[in-house]
Structure formats: structure tokens, C-alpha cells
């Protein structure tokens, strides 16, 4: 199990780290990981992780922004931090995700890509990556 951190820089936004994750298994390549996933998980309750289109970043855009549109921050919660649509935003993404692993390798779709997404920026933000093997 490996922690990483990412800054992030805007109240909502979606990081790629997919290179990341090729690192994560590049550090690791002495434990002759071959076939399984990457766990990627988010303690954070305003930040969640997914995987989604990595090559036209108005997918990302779209994705902010309908979600946004979907839950205003001005809704009227009754959280008194004032960041309730963040924790909406982040259950409906998720705190997690799998990745697949073939041969040492990351196998995700030719367009896909892994997501921080971030809901209550800017902040710095820990990611617990893990490798569960397959039989």
C-alpha cells in the first residue's frame, strides 16, 4: 500500500492520474505484479476518484459542470460548512476505484483515464493505491 498526494488548484476539478498509476506499478515492478488492479482510494469525504474519457478534456468540463448544474452549492444544505454539494458530488462519483492490470501494464480503454476529482479545492489531497492480485 502507497500513499500519493496531488495539489489541487480550483474549487472543482478533475486530475489525471493515470502516470501516477504507471509510476505506482514502475516502483513496485520487483513484486512482479502481472495481473490484477490498482485499488485507488480517497479518504477524503469532498474528493472521489474515477475513470472516464482521457482524450478530449471537455469531457472533464462536462462532467464539473453538469454536476454543478445538477447540485448548486446554494441549494440551502444544512451542513454548516457550506461545502455539502461537495460531499453530494463526491458520493455520487464514488471514493474508489479499480483499475485493471494485464501483464504489468495498465489496461484501461484506449480513451479512458483515472480521475481525482475534486469537489472542495483548492487543498492537497492523499490517494492510498493498492495491488490486489488476480488468481
Not at 512482479?32 to 485507488?40: E, L, Q, S
Request: charged share 20%; proline share 4%; hydrophobic share 35%.
Amino acid at each position: 500500500m502507497e500513499k500519493v498526494s496531488f495539489s489541487t488548484h480550483s474549487q472543482c476539478e478533475m486530475i489525471d492520474i493515470t502516470d501516477e498509476l504507471t509510476a505506482f506499478l514502475a516502483r513496485n515492478v520487483n513484486r512482479n505484479w502481472k495481473n490484477g488492479f490498482i485499488c485507488v482510494f480517497s479518504p477524503h469525504t469532498t474528493c472521489g476518484v474515477t475513470i472516464n474519457e482521457g482524450y478530449d478534456p471537455d469531457v472533464r468540463d462536462d462532467i464539473n459542470d453538469f454536476l454543478t448544474s445538477l447540485i448548486p452549492a446554494d441549494w440551502g444544505f444544512q451542513h454548516t460548512e457550506g461545502n455539502s454539494d461537495a460531499h453530494i458530488k463526491t458520493s455520487l462519483v464514488g471514493l474508489h476505484c479499480l483499475v485493471p492490470v494485464e501483464d504489468g501494464r495498465l489496461a484501461l480503454g484506449k480513451w479512458q483515464a483515472a480521475y481525482l476529482c475534486e469537489f472542495d479545492g483548492p487543498r492537497l489531497r492523499t490517494l492510498t493505491l493498492s495491488f490486489l492480485p488476480a488468481e
